[in-house]
T-cell receptor
Framework: EDKVVQSPLSLVVHEGDTVTLNCSYE??????LLWYKQEKKAPTFLFML????IEKKSGRLSSILDKKELSSILNITATQTGDSAIYLC??????????FGKGTSLLVTP | DAGVIQSPRHEVTEMGQEVTLRCKPI?????LFWYRQTMMRGLELLIY????????DSGMPEDRFSAKMPNASFSTLKIQPSEPRDSAVYFC?????????????FGPGTRLTVL
């Protein structure tokens, strides 16, 4: 059974729209949650959220961790075509490795 | 720093052949991870090393897969014999820390096609 579930699986928006991507998880001994952006290459790191850092912001992107609901959201405001990518959520539990969700494919149209 | 270096970037081989993928971690990073990504299964962890020692290889699909890290600057993932279902993008990722790596930096990946 999947430990990390992302929704929606895909999303198409117009430039300028605001989008919210969701990630829910079910792991024992949660350590941290990470968001990555993947275009036609390797994932690149966006944010890391932990119990001591539940909200992060960088430019038009922001993310919040809800430990009670075991979930996180990634917000992108004023979307641009360059935001088109697959956004991956990953959770680290008591081990070292990242448990990835299947990702949300975002397409921003001009 | 050049980042994580992987080679080759693309590999096309025939079923039954041996395939060796290579990874050079970021200098100073002591954790190294091998992942496989397919459309069907997404990103999956195959194995990870800490200070050159394999810590968890439970993700290695079967005995045809093996990984080594002979020193801090080099790791290999070998598939022998390869099968068409091994076709995927294989990523190497590395991280720094005292054994617990919360941020991992990915290499560009090796796209493997097994005919």
């Amino acid at each position: 059974e999947d430990k990390v579930v992302q929704s929606p699986l895909s999303l198409v928006v117009h430039e300028g729209d605001t989008v919210t991507l969701n990630c829910s998880y079910e792991v024992t001994n949660f350590r941290s949650l990470l968001w990555y952006k993947q275009e036609k290459k390797a994932p690149t790191f966006l944010f890391m959220l932990t119990s001591s850092g539940i909200e992060k912001k960088s430019g038009r992107l922001s993310s919040i961790l809800d430990k009670k609901e075991l979930s996180s959201i990634l917000n992108i405001t004023a979307t641009q075509t360059g935001d088109s990518a697959i956004y991956l959520c990953a959770v680290i539990d008591s081990g070292y490795a990242l448990n990835f969700g299947k990702g949300t494919s975002l397409l921003v149209t001009p | 720093d050049a980042g994580v270096i992987q080679s080759p970037r693309h590999e096309v081989t025939e079923m039954g052949q041996e395939v060796t993928l290579r990874c050079k971690p970021i200098s100073g990073h002591n954790s190294l991870f091998w992942y496989r990504q397919t459309m069907m299964r997404g990103l999956e962890l195959l194995i990870y090393f800490n200070n050159n020692v394999p810590i968890d290889d439970s993700g290695m699909p079967e005995d045809r897969f093996s990984a080594k890290m002979p020193n801090a600057s080099f790791s290999t993932l070998k598939i022998q014999p390869s099968e068409p279902r091994d076709s995927a993008v294989y990523f190497c990722a590395t991280g720094a820390g005292t054994g617990v790596t919360d941020t991992q930096y990915f290499g560009p990946g090796t796209r493997l096609t097994v005919l």
